[in-house]
C-alpha cells in the first residue's frame, strides 16, 4: 500500500484529506507544519507527500526546496488556498521549485483523488 | 571848463567800421539773418553747399515773378502812354516823333515780351528780356532827351528814374541783370548828354546826381530784394530739410511702435500658449493623480481579497471534501443526498466567486502561450450573437495583421467577454451599436504620460465601445472596484470589471475607460505586443509584411528610435537609428547608396522632417521616405520642401499599418 504524507497547518482539511485519502486505499499519515514534516519524512519517508504552502514553522515552499535536494526521487503535490507571494503565485513557484503537481483549493475530489493515484504509479 | 572822464576818439577807419556794419545790416548780410547761407556777395548766387539749390531756386523765382512781371509791364505802358500827354504839353514840336518812338517802338517791343511770356520758353529769356526791355525804354528816353535838348528841354531825364524804379523793383529783374541794364543806360545817357545833346554842365551835374543816385539807390533796392527772395528759399528749403527729419524720425518711431507691439504680441502669445501648456499639463496631472489614486485603492482592495480568499479557499476545501465523500457514501434514495448537493453546490460558488476573486487580485497562475487574438475576439462576438436582442448591432473592425500574442486564452476571452457583457447591459433597454475595434499601436511618450502603466513600445488595443446609458464621472472612477455594480441585486457579482482590470494589469498593460452620461462608454485596453513570442508557431499569413532593406530612422526620442530599430529589426530590416537631424544628414552624405528608406519623426529641432528628406533628395533622388507626424494639419505647408513624393504616418504608429507602408513604399517604382 502506497504511503502518503499530508502536511496543513489547518486542522479540518487535514483530517478531511486523510479520510479521502484512506478511502481511496493508501496509507495516509499527517503533520500539521513543515517542521513536523520533515521529521517524518526523515523517520518513515512516503511514496508521495502532499503539502500546503502557507503554514507556520517551515512553509511549504522551502519544505519543497529542501527536499528537491535531499529527496529527488520523493514525489510531491503542492496544494495552496491562494495568498499573495509574487506575480505568479505561489504554486507557480512550487512547481518550479520541483512540485509535480501543482491543486488551487479547494481540490476537486475525484479530479484530485485520480491525479494521487496516476502520480503514484507513475515510475520516475 | 570840465574834463570829460572820457574821450572817445573815433577815427576814420572806425567810420568806416560802422558805416560798413550798417550797409550789411541794411542788406541783410549779416550773419544773424542769412546765417549759414553761402552764395556769391556780387551775383548773390548760391554757392559752397547751396550751389545745387540754385537752379530749382531760380525755377521757384521765375514763377514768383512771372505774374508781378506782366503787371509791371501792363504798368509800363500805362505810363508810357501816359507821359505822352506830358510831351504834347511841353515839347509840343517834338510831340510827333515823342510819340512815334512811345507807341511805334517802345510799345510794340513790351507787347511782344507780353504775349511772349505766355509762352513755354519764355522762362529761360526773361532776366535777359528784362535786361533788353529796360534798356530798350530807357533808350527811347535817352533819344527824347537828346532831341529835347535841342528846344533846351533838360528835364526828360527824370523818366530815366521812373525805368530805374521800375526795373530794378516791380520787372523782378535779378539784381545783376538790372544793375547790368541800369548802367547801360548811365552810359548812354552820358555819352548823348556829353558828346550828342550837349547839355550845360551844371545841369549835366545836376541831373547826375539825381539819376546816378537813383540808380545805386535801384542797386541796393535790387540786392536787398533778391537777397530776401534767396534767404526765404533758404529759409524754407531748411524748414522742409527739418521737416523730412522730422518725418524720417516720425517714421522711425513709428516703425520701432510697430516692432514693439509684435515683440509684445508674440510675447503676449507664447505667454498664452505656456499657461495653456501649464493648464493642460496641470490637468493631466491631476487625472494621472486620480488614475494613481484608483490604482492604488483597486490595489489594496486586491490584497485584501486575495487575503480573505486565501482563507475562503481553505474554508471551502473541507467543505466541497466532505460533501463530495458524503455524496459518494450515500444511497442513491437517502434524504439526505438532495441536502448534501445543495451544501455542494453552494460551496461550489463560493470557489468560483473566490476564482474570480484572485483573479481580479492577481493571485492566479498564468500561463502564457501564443493566442491568436482575434480569433478569440470572434469567438466571443459569435457567442453573443446567439443571446444577443436583435435591438443591438454589433460592429467589428479587426486588424488582421495583430497575429499572435502571448497569453492565457481565457484570460483574454475573460476580458472581452465581460466587457461585451457590460456594453449590452447598458444598452438593453433601448438597444444599439457595440463597436470592436482591434490593431495595434506604438505607445509614445505622451500616451505614457496620460495612461498610468504605460511603457513606450508597441501594444495591441482593443477598444469597445457602446451607445448605452453611459455613466458620471462618479461611477466612472469607481467602475473597476470589485464588488462595484450598477445593476439590480441578482444580475451580476460586480467582479466582471475588476476581473478584466486585474487581468490587463497582470499583463503590464492598461485599461481606459471614457463614458458620456446618456450617449455611451468607450473602452480601452492595452496589452503589450510581444515580440520575442514563439516565432515558430505563427503562420506565414499571421506575420507582417517583412523585409531586408536598410532604413534610416530618425526621431529626437531616444525611446522612439530605440523601439522603431527593435520593432523594424523584427520585421527582418537592417535599421540605423539617429536622435538628431544634422548627424542623420551626415551619416547620409557619407553613405547614401547605403539606405533605401528613410522614416523620420516630422517636428524635431533644428530641422524639420520634410527638410531633411528634401536634403536626402538632392543627394539621392531614389530615396523612399516616411514622415510620422502627429498633426496632420501642419502637413499640407510642408509638403513643398519634399521634391517628390512620400508616405505619412499618423502617430500613434499601428504596427501594421506601419510595415505595410513600409512594403509598399519599398515595393514602389
Redesign the interface.
Given at each position: 500500500m502506497a504511503k502518503i504524507l499530508v502536511i496543513d497547518d489547518d486542522p479540518s482539511i487535514l483530517t478531511m484529506l486523510k479520510k479521502m485519502l484512506e478511502k481511496a486505499g493508501y496509507e495516509v499519515d499527517i503533520a500539521c507544519n513543515g517542521s513536523e514534516g520533515l521529521d517524518k519524512i526523515e523517520c518513515c519517508p512516503p511514496d508521495l507527500l502532499v503539502t500546503d504552502i502557507v503554514m507556520p514553522e517551515k512553509e511549504g515552499l522551502e519544505l519543497i526546496f529542501y527536499l528537491r535536494r535531499k529527496n529527488p526521487g520523493l514525489k510531491i503535490i503542492a496544494i495552496s488556498g491562494g495568498g499573495r507571494f509574487n506575480y505568479e503565485g505561489y504554486l507557480t513557484s512550487a512547481k518550479h521549485l520541483g512540485a509535480d503537481l501543482i491543486f488551487q483549493k479547494p481540490l476537486v475530489h475525484k479530479e484530485f483523488v485520480q491525479a494521487v493515484s496516476d502520480l503514484i504509479n507513475t515510475k520516475l | 571848463m570840465p574834463t570829460p572822464d572820457v574821450y572817445y576818439q573815433i577815427d576814420s577807419q572806425t567810420m568806416m567800421n560802422i558805416f560798413k556794419n550798417m550797409l550789411i545790416n541794411f542788406l541783410g548780410l549779416s550773419p544773424e539773418s542769412s546765417g549759414s547761407m553761402t552764395f556769391n556777395k556780387l551775383t548773390l548766387s548760391f554757392t559752397g553747399y547751396l550751389s545745387n539749390y540754385e537752379s530749382e531756386f531760380l525755377n521757384d523765382y521765375y514763377v514768383k515773378a512771372l505774374n508781378p512781371f506782366r503787371f509791371s509791364l501792363i504798368l509800363a505802358m500805362i505810363f508810357y502812354g501816359a507821359f505822352a500827354l506830358l510831351d504834347a504839353a511841353t515839347v509840343p514840336e517834338l510831340k510827333k516823333i515823342f510819340w512815334l518812338i512811345r507807341f511805334a517802338v517802345v510799345f510794340p517791343v513790351l507787347l511782344s515780351v507780353f504775349a511772349f511770356t505766355y509762352f513755354k520758353t519764355f522762362r529761360r529769356y526773361m532776366q535777359l528780356l528784362i535786361t533788353c526791355i529796360m534798356f530798350i525804354t530807357g533808350f527811347g528816353i535817352i533819344v527824347m532827351i537828346i532831341l529835347g535838348a535841342r528846344i533846351y528841354n533838360y528835364s526828360y531825364y527824370a523818366g530815366l528814374i521812373l525805368i530805374f524804379i521800375f526795373g530794378y523793383t516791380f520787372a523782378k529783374a535779378r539784381f545783376i541783370y538790372a544793375s547790368l541794364a541800369g548802367w547801360l543806360i548811365v552810359i548812354a545817357y552820358e555819352i548823348s548828354a556829353i558828346w550828342i545833346s550837349d547839355t550845360p554842365f551844371t545841369i549835366l551835374i545836376n541831373n547826375n546826381f539825381f539819376f546816378i543816385s537813383s540808380n545805386i539807390i535801384g542797386m541796393l533796392i535790387g540786392y536787398s530784394l533778391e537777397l530776401s527772395s534767396r534767404r526765404d528759399f533758404y529759409m524754407r528749403k531748411l524748414l522742409e530739410l527739418e521737416q523730412d527729419k522730422v518725418k524720417a524720425v516720425n517714421s522711425t518711431l513709428e516703425k520701432r511702435v510697430i516692432e514693439r507691439t509684435r515683440q509684445l504680441t508674440n510675447t503676449n502669445l507664447k505667454l498664452k500658449k505656456e499657461i495653456e501648456v501649464r493648464v493642460r499639463s496641470e490637468k493631466e496631472r491631476s487625472e494621472l493623480e486620480t488614475q494613481l489614486f484608483q490604482l492604488k485603492k483597486i490595489e489594496t482592495i486586491g490584497?485584501l481579497a486575495?487575503?480573505i480568499?486565501?482563507?475562503?479557499?481553505?474554508i471551502?476545501?473541507?467543505?466541497?471534501?466532505?460533501t463530495?465523500?458524503a455524496l459518494?457514501e450515500l444511497p442513491e434514495e437517502s434524504t439526505l443526498r438532495f441536502d448534501m448537493e445543495q451544501i455542494n453546490n453552494a460551496?461550489v460558488r463560493g470557489?468560483d466567486l473566490?476564482q474570480q476573486i484572485?483573479t481580479f487580485?492577481?493571485?492566479?497562475?498564468?500561463e502564457r502561450k501564443p493566442v491568436k487574438l482575434n480569433q478569440i475576439v470572434v469567438e466571443v462576438i459569435n457567442l453573443l450573437k446567439a443571446s444577443l436582442p436583435h435591438e443591438i448591432e454589433i460592429r467589428k473592425s479587426i486588424d488582421s495583421g495583430i497575429g499572435i500574442i502571448l497569453a492565457d486564452p481565457v484570460h483574454i476571452h475573460q476580458i472581452i467577454m465581460n466587457l461585451c457583457t457590460n456594453a449590452i447591459h447598458a444598452m438593453k433597454n433601448r438597444g444599439g451599436i457595440l463597436d470592436i475595434k482591434v490593431d495595434s499601436v506604438m505607445v509614445d511618450q505622451k500616451t505614457t504620460k496620460k495612461i498610468n502603466n504605460l511603457k513606450i513600445g508597441i501594444y495591441v488595443r482593443i477598444r469597445l465601445s457602446d451607445t448605452g446609458h453611459g455613466m458620471d464621472r462618479r461611477t466612472k472612477e469607481r467602475i473597476f472596484e470589485p464588488f462595484f455594480t450598477r445593476k439590480e441585486v441578482g444580475s451580476g457579482s460586480g467582479l466582471g470589471l475588476s476581473v478584466v482590470h486585474g487581468i490587463v494589469s497582470?499583463y503590464n498593460g492598461a485599461i481606459t475607460v471614457e463614458s458620456t452620461p446618456g450617449k455611451g462608454t468607450l473602452f480601452t485596453v492595452y496589452l503589450p505586443y510581444n515580440f520575442s513570442g514563439p516565432v515558430n508557431e505563427i503562420k506565414s499569413s499571421d506575420l507582417l509584411p517583412r523585409g531586408v532593406e536598410h532604413i534610416l530612422f530618425v526621431d529626437d526620442e531616444l525611446d522612439i528610435t530605440f523601439m522603431g530599430k527593435k520593432m523594424l529589426e523584427n520585421l527582418g530590416y537592417k535599421v540605423t537609428t539617429k536622435t538628431n537631424s544634422s548627424e542623420a544628414f551626415e551619416e547620409f552624405k557619407r553613405n547614401p547608396g547605403k539606405y533605401s528608406l528613410l522614416v523620420t519623426d516630422q517636428t524635431m529641432p533644428k530641422m524639420l522632417g520634410t527638410e531633411l528628406a528634401g536634403k536626402m533628395r538632392k543627394i539621392n533622388p531614389d530615396l523612399k521616405v516616411i514622415i510620422i507626424t502627429g498633426y496632420i494639419d501642419k502637413l499640407s505647408d510642408v509638403t513643398k520642401s519634399i521634391n517628390g513624393s512620400y508616405e505619412i504616418i499618423l502617430k500613434p504608429i499601428k504596427l501594421s499599418e506601419f510595415s505595410k507602408v513600409i512594403r509598399k513604399v519599398l515595393d514602389e517604382n
Open positions: - | 490584497t486575495g487575503g480568499a486565501h482563507d475562503f479557499n481553505n471551502l476545501t473541507p467543505i466541497l471534501g466532505y463530495d465523500m459518494e460551496a470557489k473566490v484572485l487580485s492577481r493571485e492566479v497562475n498564468v497582470n
